[in-house]
């Protein structure tokens, strides 16, 4: 009866952590790349709604403020399914992270790779290199650093340093290498940035988008499998006596 019910609790365990993986994956996928995209169309359509006569720095940012309140909304219930899911206690601390982790990092990889692109392609500068090389060199390592430190702040987010480096590199990595795949495949299908009809064909926001849910689904599901793994270990300490102090509200001071 021992064994039966111990490879019974296994097989559970076993269940239980696919279910994991498979949703980190996907609740990083939903909440922060479809997220981006409703965030981006719904500031189109205020742009597009404004009168005429508006200036265009003025239609800019009327046009970011949906983009940004849409972002900071996603990547805090992003943080917060995170620690959900995973079991950590660090759920508004995660919420936080996911908020000051992501948004940012959206909008500092997207100016620096505006301005490498204007520099590389449309001045010249550097290697002459084809467009579609140029693009996977600047929009690789950005999902690797996209990905890496979203990680990294829910690794700080749960107290610990070790952690936060392991997810920056491998849910980086993870991020990085599922975006190349994606982008080296499509290329192979014809999808080549910079081709001949290439701008009729949206080539470049389509391999973006593929190559983003890739790298979101793939870094999601090694972020899932590592913090879960880390909440895991800490749980002995506890039923070993070992007490740990209660998440307080960031403004409050009070036990959450």
């Known amino acids: 009866m021992s064994e039966s019910a111990s490879s019974s609790s296994d097989l559970s365990a076993q269940k239980a952590g696919r279910g994991i993986?498979?949703?980190?994956?996907?609740?990083?996928?939903?909440?922060?790349?479809?997220?981006?995209?409703?965030?981006f169309f719904a500031g189109a359509g205020l742009e597009g709604s404004l009168p005429r006569h508006t200036p265009a720095t003025t239609r800019q940012v009327l046009a970011a403020v949906p983009v940004l309140l849409i972002l900071v909304a996603a990547s805090?219930?992003?943080?917060?399914?995170?620690?959900?899911?995973?079991?950590?206690?660090?759920?508004?601390?995660?919420?936080?992270?996911g908020v000051l982790s992501y948004a940012p990092a959206v909008i500092l990889v997207g100016f620096g790779l505006t301005l490498l692109e204007v520099a590389l392609v449309e001045?010249?500068?550097?290697?002459?290199?084809?467009?579609h090389v140029v693009y996977t060199l600047l929009f690789t390592p950005a999902a690797f650093l996209i990905a890496g430190l979203g990680g990294l702040a829910l690794g700080?987010?749960?107290?610990?340093?070790?952690?936060?480096?392991?997810?920056?590199?491998?849910?980086?990595?993870?991020?990085?290498?599922?975006?190349?795949?994606?982008?080296?495949?499509?290329?192979?299908?014809?999808?080549?940035?910079?081709?001949?009809g290439a701008v009729a064909r949206v080539t470049m926001l389509t391999v973006t988008?593929?190559?983003?849910?890739?790298a979101a689904l793939v870094s999601g599901t090694v972020l899932a499998t590592l913090l879960s793994r880390h909440v895991r270990q800490g749980q002995p300490?506890?039923?070993?006596?070992?007490?740990?102090?209660?998440?307080?509200?960031?403004?409050?001071?009070?036990?959450s």
Request: no cysteine; proline share 4%.
């Open 237 to 255: 300490q506890i039923e070993r006596g070992v007490t740990t102090q209660p998440e307080t509200r960031f403004f409050s001071g009070q036990p």
């Open 21 to 39: 993986v498979w949703r980190g994956g996907l609740y990083t996928a939903l909440f922060l790349v479809v997220g981006l995209v409703i965030g």
């Open 76 to 97: 805090a219930l992003w943080g917060r399914q995170m620690a959900r899911l995973t079991g950590s206690a660090a759920t508004r601390r995660m919420a936080w992270a």
């Open 156 to 196: 700080l987010a749960n107290r610990s340093g070790r952690l936060a480096g392991r997810l920056f590199l491998f849910v980086g990595l993870a991020g990085g290498l599922a975006f190349l795949a994606v982008d080296l495949v499509m290329d192979a299908l014809g999808w080549r940035v910079g081709a001949p």
């Open 209 to 214: 988008l593929v190559g983003d849910l890739a």
């Open 123 to 131: 001045e010249g500068r550097g290697p002459d290199w084809p467009i």
